[in-house]
């Protein structure tokens, strides 16, 4: 198909779709002349995916560009796919010095016995997090922040049972378009979930 059929199946506008291939998030179509090319339906799939990264996900372009790049080269390792996945999201690994400076987060994942690795940016998202909740005058005592780790971990159970074996690649958009796209689903959940705790303890 043209650009222009691109556009019109996708819903997004032409300059849009020269914007994407100039930025580097929509791979390049088969050249036809040295001024026009075709392409075909991974493009299509791949807008689908860039136009839910930057919309539904509020992800920026740097963000979603290292997304697209990570959909490109997936590791071979299936369990490498949450790395990347969560590499992509957040900016890349930490480093083990900053893994290792994420103290509070660290204790939890200790004390549960959990297999994370000191480099996973979600180290410092979680500290930052405790720091902010702390800052605006909540503590989250150790005991209740053990109850949302382990109610989190049947969640990612759920997550990781449902992540195609099939190819590194099918893995990793669904890690990747999960984590993004579901986040406020479960947030949705919490809030419709804290008011029914709520009606029953009127």
């Given amino acids: 198909m043209r650009i222009s059929e691109l556009s019109a199946r996708s819903g997004v506008s032409v300059a849009t779709l020269k914007y994407y291939l100039r930025e580097g998030l929509l791979h390049a179509g088969l050249a036809t002349s040295a001024t026009t090319a075709t392409y075909d339906e991974s493009h299509l799939e791949r807008v689908r995916l860039i136009r839910a990264l930057l919309d539904s996900g509020g992800l920026s372009v740097a963000a979603a560009r290292r997304v697209t790049d990570a959909l490109d080269t997936p590791p071979p390792a299936r369990h ?7 590499g992509a999201l957040s900016g890349g690994p930490l480093s083990p010095e900053e893994g290792s400076a994420a103290t509070a987060a660290a204790a939890l994942v200790d004390a549960l016995g959990w297999h994370v690795d000191i480099c996973a940016p979600a180290r410092v998202e979680l500290e930052r997090a405790l720091a902010a909740a702390a800052a605006g005058g909540l ?5 209740d922040l053990t109850a949302y780790a382990r109610a989190m971990h049947k ?24 984590t993004v796209l579901l986040d406020p689903v479960l947030l949705a959940l919490r ?3 804290q008011e029914d705790v709520s009606s029953h303890q009127a």
């Fill in 139 to 143: 503590e989250v005592p150790a005991r």
């Fill in 155 to 178: 969640v990612a159970e759920v997550d990781v049972r449902g992540v195609p074996r099939d190819s590194a690649a099918a893995a990793l958009r669904h890690v990747v378009v999960g």
């Fill in 191 to 193: 809030r419709l979930a």
């Fill in 80 to 86: 490498d796919l949450l790395g990347v996945a969560h």
